[in-house]
């Protein structure tokens, strides 16, 4: 069983800058891509960021320059480092992670609970 755990949401005023970390623990063998991905009340769910197992980066058009996503192997956990938060990006945010439980496995994805980011004056 693979557990995620997101931790570093919280309310943030216009501009202002978080910090998310997720924490994947368990049966884990193998960890390839790791992301990030947010939800807003009523709105379609969007991929923010993501990074691959050699340090591959990718970002959505609204969020470049302004987030960075890194992740550390020894300790099976990826950061998305928040600067100048708008207000629109208030949203339930999620870690991702595509991971083989035993060598030779498939890759399957897991998903954590979510940590809310909410971004007001």
């Known amino acids: 069983q693979v557990q995620l755990v997101e931790s570093g949401g919280g309310l943030v005023q216009p501009g202002g800058s978080l910090r998310l970390s997720c924490r994947a623990s368990g049966s884990i063998f193998s960890i390839d891509n790791m992301g990030w991905y947010r939800q807003a009340p009523g709105k379609q769910g969007e991929a923010v960021a993501s990074?691959?197992?050699?340090?591959?980066?990718a970002y959505a058009d609204s969020v470049k320059g302004r987030f960075t996503i890194s992740r550390d192997n020894t300790k099976n956990t990826v950061d998305l480092q928040m600067n100048i938060l708008k207000p629109e990006e208030t949203a339930v945010y999620y870690c991702?992670?595509?991971?083989?439980?035993?060598?030779?496995?498939?890759?399957?994805?897991?998903g954590g609970q979510g940590t809310q980011v909410t971004v007001s004056s």
């Open positions: 991702r992670i595509s991971a083989q439980v035993s060598r030779g496995g498939r890759y399957e994805y897991y």
């Open positions: 990074i691959t197992s050699l340090g591959n980066t």
